[in-house]
Structure formats: structure tokens, C-alpha cells
């Protein structure tokens, strides 16, 4: 299974945060995507099952790859981004000069105490139960989804603390590829794969 972060938007290159904001690709991320899909391809074969969040700047980055294998592209809320709540669309300049404790403890690894921000815990669970129903031994899954969606995701399956930064963030069209092995447990086979 392929784990892969959308490219590069408006807002990641302003540095706002999008959370459950739709923000599509601009030009510049739709060529970023497609070079990843190249090198995706380029990797695993054009045989691939395409999952993306419903979000437009995973979907457009989906769609680069679906371009390329001609296959379709299933959609699974359960793969969205974490909402930010009361800071999407601002800048971390702004949210820090506004919210400084909160800032702090995000800056900590800890959830924030903000109207409307994705708790680290649902959402590691809900990531983690799409990558459960999504795994097919028999196929290459490639998801499309988010920095923290991905993150917490990857850290339920793997049964850790939903506030571990055991991973880091994967770059914006770069990607991490598990497994599954017999026994049920998931593997880690490579990190920020693909990155430009």
C-alpha cells in the first residue's frame, strides 16, 4: 500500500492551513502531481487502485495518476484531512500571535483546545479504519490523502500513540510504502518516497 500526500497547493505555498478546507491544486501543484505519478508508475507498474479523500487537492492529484494508468479513482471520506477548525486559512504567524498557548501545544505534538480542531485519537481511528478496509494483499493501493491524515493513520495501524511524531511529515507528493504481513501487523517499507 502506497501512502501518498497531495501536492502542493496555494495555501501550503503561503503557508495556511487547510484542514477540511477544499483547496484544489494551482498549476504548479498539478505539475508537481504529475511528476510523482510519473515516478509512481515508473516504480510499481501502471496496475495500481487508486483511493483518494475527497478533498480537490487530492483528487487532482489522484486524477494525474488515473491519467496515466487509465484507471478510475475511488473516493473514501475516511482518508479527509483533520479539520483546524477556528485556524484554517490562517497562516501559523497568525495563529500563534492569536492563540499563543494553543500554538505552543501544537508546537508540542498536543491537540489544541480550538473550536472545531480534529482530535488526534478520532482521527488516527477513522484514517486507520480506511486503511484497514482498503488493504487487498492481491493489489498495489495507492491512497491519496493528507500530511496529518496520513501521519495518524500510519501510527493507528501501527498501534501507536496517536500524538507520536515517531514519523514526521511526508513531503507534499512523496509518499510511504506499508504492508501487511500474515499475522495482521503492518509494516513500514520506505518513508517520503518520490519527493522533488
Do not use: C
Amino acid at each position: 500500500m502506497v501512502l501518498w500526500r497531495h501536492a502542493r497547493t496555494e495555501y501550503n505555498a503561503d503557508g495556511r492551513l487547510q484542514g477540511s478546507l477544499d483547496v484544489p491544486l494551482g498549476e504548479g501543484g498539478r505539475a508537481q502531481a504529475a511528476g510523482a505519478a510519473r515516478r509512481l508508475v515508473d516504480r510499481y507498474g501502471s496496475d495500481l487502485v487508486i483511493v483518494s479523500s475527497p478533498l480537490s487537492r487530492a483528487l487532482d492529484t489522484a486524477d494525474e495518476l488515473a491519467a496515466l494508468t487509465g484507471g478510475d479513482v475511488a473516493v473514501d471520506e475516511g482518508f479527509a484531512q483533520r479539520p483546524y477548525g477556528a485556524w484554517e486559512g490562517l497562516t501559523w504567524a497568525d495563529v500563534q500571535a492569536r492563540w499563543p498557548e494553543q500554538f505552543a501545544a501544537r508546537k508540542r505534538g498536543e491537540d489544541p483546545d480550538i473550536p472545531g480542531w480534529g482530535v488526534s485519537a478520532d482521527v488516527a481511528a477513522r484514517v486507520g479504519a480506511a486503511l484497514r478496509d482498503h488493504w487487498d494483499p492481491e493489489a498495489i493501493t495507492v491512497v491519496v490523502s493528507h500530511g496529518s491524515a496520513i501521519q495518524l493513520g500510519l501510527l493507528d495501524v501501527l498501534g501507536l500513540e496517536p500524538l507520536s511524531r515517531v514519523f514526521g511529515s511526508v513531503p507534499h507528493a512523496a509518499w510511504h510504502e506499508v504492508r501487511r504481513v500474515e499475522s495482521g501487523a503492518w509494516h513500514v517499507d520506505a518513508l517520503g518516497l518520490g519527493a522533488d
